[in-house]
């Protein structure tokens, strides 16, 4: 079984543009999360999506937004980028089934460089 | 805030050594993972532990989920150069209906183990 795909590996933008990051889930997996890594502040969560809705939010700026396509792909938007969002983003998919733990498994990320 | 502590943040040891690493937190999870990551890499998950109490082993890497759900312990015996990489505990909240948090992870900083030959 594949594992999650995040498209493109690489990135490199200057301050006020915007970018869209891809992630495509295990099959099967309907919760798709996605997460920000710094070294300073280490993994923060973004937000959820699960059956195409936002589940679950982080404590990021409007500036972040995703959305979640029928087959479970999940993309995400930063608009307007600073400094401060070079990062590496990685994307998680799960099961979500009630009862059962969720246990996340992930994807390789996107390394943003915002110059 | 982190809701859940990790220690030591770095740790360098000598290949054929022992270590563990501390996950702690004030909150229960219903769940707790363990990552390895490597740089540039995503975490890959190790082991998933969910009772209190519970004991799993992966070769040469021990994990313990405290009894009370709020701590873990990840003890690796005879460490080699290849387990060098970032850990991570992540915890999960099983909590259902409105609010609910299923669907996030709740990261500790990480400890970066170096293991020399």
């Known amino acids: 079984k594949a594992g999650v795909t995040q498209t493109p590996r690489y990135l490199i933008k200057t301050r006020g543009q915007q970018v869209t990051l891809s992630c495509s889930p295990i099959?099967?997996?309907?919760?798709v999360s996605w997460y920000q890594q710094t070294p300073g502040q280490g993994l923060q969560f973004l937000f959820e999506y699960f059956s195409e809705t936002q589940r679950n939010k982080g404590n990021f700026p409007g500036r972040f937004s995703g959305r979640q396509f029928s087959n479970s792909r999940s993309e995400m938007n930063v608009s307007t980028l600073e400094l401060g969002d070079s990062a590496l983003y990685l994307c998680?998919?799960?099961?979500?089934?009630?009862?059962?733990?969720?246990?996340?498994?992930f994807g390789p990320g996107t390394r943003l460089t915002v110059l | 805030t982190q809701l859940l502590e990790q220690s030591p943040q770095f740790l360098s040891i000598q290949e054929g050594e022992n270590l563990t690493v501390y996950c702690n937190s004030s909150?229960?999870?219903?769940?707790l993972q363990w990552y390895r990551q490597e740089p540039g890499e995503g975490p890959v998950l190790l082991v998933t532990v969910v009772t209190g109490g519970e004991v799993k082993k992966l070769k040469r890497l021990t994990f313990q989920f405290g009894d009370a759900r709020k701590d873990s312990s990840l003890h690796i015996t005879a460490a080699q150069p290849g387990d060098t990489g970032l850990y991570l505990c992540a915890g999960s909240h099983l909590v259902l209906g409105r609010g609910s948090t299923l669907g996030r992870l709740y990261f500790g900083r990480g400890t970066q183990l170096t293991v020399w030959p």
């Open positions: 998680a998919s799960s099961l979500r089934s009630q009862g059962v733990p969720d246990t996340q498994y």
């Open positions: 099959s099967g997996h309907r919760s």
């Open positions: 909150s229960v999870f219903s769940s």
